[in-house]
Nanobody
């Protein structure tokens, strides 16, 4: 069974930090780009950032530039999202996804999705 499992979400005060993890299991995502997305209440899911197998990072969403950092541990089949200087508007369910095609991934059409982890930032 293929699984992407996110963890690391929670409640944090504005200005704080969280580190999300997304562990892949059940198959190897060798060669697959992986990315982070988020969906705030009442809003559509949006792309945050993605990283290729070789470590190339796409542009970050404007709303998180300079505050969020994506990284990937190939050996652990895990991708991370370090989130600093969190703002209340960052409150959302954060999802990771994987797909063989980076354009497909970026367009929110990935073939594999995690279940999401809630991030809540209080003011």
């Amino acid at each position: 069974q293929v699984q992407l499992v996110e963890s690391g979400g929670g409640l944090v005060q504005a200005g704080g930090s969280l580190r999300l993890s997304c562990a892949a299991s059940g198959r190897t995502f060798s060669g697959y780009p992986m990315g982070w997305f988020r969906q705030a209440p009442g809003k559509e899911r949006e792309f945050v950032v993605a990283i290729t197998w070789g470590g190339r990072i796409t542009d970050y969403a404007d709303s998180v530039k300079g505050r969020f950092t994506i990284s990937r541990d190939i050996a652990k089949n895990t991708v991370y999202l370090q989130m600093n200087s969190l703002k209340p508007e960052d409150t959302a369910v954060y999802y990771c996804a994987a797909d063989p095609s980076l354009p497909t991934l970026v367009k929110l059409r990935a073939g594999y999705w995690g279940q999401g982890t809630q991030v809540t930032v209080s003011s």
